[in-house]
């Protein structure tokens, strides 16, 4: 899709439901990668020639005047409609409601953008390493990657015993002898300033990178940027092993 200027949300078969106003957060549109949050208003689609209730729902983001401008940065967006925000039920004599029916919560994945990007990663998946000191995330072929996440929620490793988490900050190697866009992943403990104070606590830990954390453009004959591609969530298992961290202090 281009943009959330109208998404149509139909509750087929159920007339007169309604929405319970002046409440907030009950209707949002997330960035998964940055996580920036949208809110919006539904408003009742009351010319739908249909059995059953329709309600229009748009987001939008702001300029500095105030000004609403469409959403149409490329990436991964999660709509949640909160349970109860919406409700219906049968009316008395009086036009109450006797007993209103709340309905459930309500979710959607939506894409602004194109295919995702392919990616390796260096040491592979799954493999056996000392420390996180560097890990190298590689995009084949695809010049001017650039990272859109949200520092530090986008990038984790996770010591999958402990739960301990580390997060870092993505440096693009300027210096990679290699046709694409190569990114660095430095990792270190949390409780030293030292930047080379690398991670060896034996264990398995877990890297996540949230879709659409990285993106790039598909450029015409003009040079003008017409597609996006984002990329997918990244996730791989990496083991220290007691024997490693043994190696290093001896």
């Known amino acids: 899709m281009e943009n959330f200027n109208c998404i149509s949300l139909e509750f087929p078969g159920i007339n007169g439901v309604q ?146 988490t580390y997060t870092c900050e993505p440096d693009r190697d300027a210096h990679a002898e290699t046709e694409g866009t190569v990114f660095i992943l430095h990792f270190a403990r949390e409780d030293d300033n030292d930047y080379f104070a690398s991670i060896t606590e034996p264990g398995n830990y877990k890297l996540e990178i949230k879709q659409g954390a990285f993106i790039f453009g598909i450029k015409n004959e003009d040079g003008v940027i017409e597609t996006f591609r984002y990329s997918q969530a990244i996730t791989a298992i990496y083991t220290i092993k007691e024997t490693a961290v043994k190696s290093i202090s001896e």
Do not use: H, W
Not at 94 to 100: A, I, T, V, Y
């Open 19 to 164: 929405y319970q106003e002046n409440l907030t957060y009950c209707v949002i549109l997330k960035n998964v990668a940055t996580e920036e949050i949208y809110e919006c208003e539904p408003v009742r689609d009351s010319f739908a020639q249909t059995n059953g209730t329709i309600y229009q729902l748009s987001f939008c983001e702001f300029d500095e005047e105030g000004n609403g401008l469409p959403i149409n940065t490329p990436g991964i967006y999660e709509l949640e409609i909160k349970s109860g925000a919406f409700f219906y039920g049968e009316e008395d004599e009086d036009g109450l409601m006797e007993e209103p029916i709340m309905i459930e919560r309500i979710t959607a994945v939506y894409t602004i953008g194109g295919t995702p990007a392919a990616y390796e990663l260096n040491p592979a998946p799954g493999s056996f390493v000392e420390n996180f000191y560097l890990i190298t995330l590689s995009f084949p072929n695809i010049e001017d990657v650039e990272f859109v996440g949200d520092n530090p929620s986008s990038i984790i490793l996770t010591d999958m015993v402990p739960g301990e």
